[in-house]
């Protein structure tokens, strides 16, 4: 099985290395609503997932399914408009084997951006919020099967998982551009189903402040491997059962247009600290 994921990354890297992809360092994983940021980068080299060996893992919901390599603040960097979910494939493995070939790929720094469900009544609908911790609430792990030990060990320490020194500086130069970025723990449910307001109750109460379907399976992948990770959230509703009303996905992707200018200035900030 080892073997096989192995010579999986490695077909896929050699492709995108033969493509003009050289010595990446930060991957910017891009989440629900929040795909325009491809637009940010001079001269890039697009490329579909479906020109990529073993990178289609199904369908794609929202999402424009492209790897995009340039320059942004004078750093290479991957964006991956379009991410793989679990609810989509019931494969972790899969779905996090977009991290495994950034981090092949020699990527140091993860900055993971997500729509998320707000559960802390302290923050609101459409702010930003920095990723302290998370709970793996999914019920399964991209590790799980044979360790790749060239990545990292079998049993990976997660206590450091969204590096402090980072998240201390983003909030320091948000601070200055006049951003309120709030800061907290996200908690994964596998989705595709919204939480009920009992499942809410219940995160809440396990000290969650967001809820959402992504974003886990890939910084435990970078952990692994040793890598900087940042965690943003954009909060695009309130979790279920907290205002009397239901939710729904267009109410995400709507959602993320008013914050649009301050992801990206924050995405921004998370490249050049
Ligand atoms: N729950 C789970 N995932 C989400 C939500 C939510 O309320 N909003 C955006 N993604």
Redesign the pocket.
């Known amino acids: 099985m080892s073997d096989e994921l192995r010579n999986k990354l490695k077909e896929t890297t050699e492709f995108l290395k033969g493509k003009g992809v050289e010595k990446p360092e930060i991957g910017v994983i891009l989440g ?1 609503g929040l795909n325009d940021y491809a637009d940010r980068m001079d001269n890039p080299l697009v490329i579909p997932y479906n020109d990529i060996p073993n990178m289609q893992a199904g369908k794609l919901s929202d999402h424009r399914g492209q790897l995009i390599y340039g320059s942004i603040a004078g750093k290479k960097v991957i964006l991956l408009a379009g991410r793989f979910h679990y609810y989509e494939n019931g494969d972790m493995q899969k779905t996090a084997y977009p991290a495994r070939v950034l981090v092949a790929l020699g990527v140091r720094r993860f900055i993971i951006t ?4 707000c559960i802390n009544e302290n923050y609101s609908a459409g702010d930003l919020m920095l990723i302290s911790d998370h709970i793996n609430y999914s019920g399964a792990n991209p590790l799980i099967g044979d360790n790749l030990d060239e990545f990292g060990p079998r049993f990976p320490d997660m206590t450091y998982t969204y590096n402090i020194e980072l998240r201390e500086a983003l909030k320091k130069r948000a601070h200055e551009e006049g951003i309120n970025l709030r800061e907290g723990v996200y908690m994964m ?1 596998s ?1 595709p189903t ?2 009920t307001p009992a499942e809410i109750r219940f995160a809440r109460t396990a000290g969650a402040d967001a ?3 992504s974003t886990v399976p890939e910084a435990i992948i970078a952990n692994h491997a040793g890598c900087e990770v940042i965690g943003i959230s954009f909060l ?2 309130m ?2 059962g907290v205002l009397d009303q239901p ?1 729904s996905g267009e109410e ?1 992707t709507e959602a993320a247009k008013l914050v649009k200018r301050t992801f990206e200035k924050v995405v921004d900030m998370a490249i050049e600290i």
């Open positions: 629900s997500n729509a998320a469900g449910f989705g919204f939480e809820v959402g379907m695009s509703n979790a279920a939710l995400v």
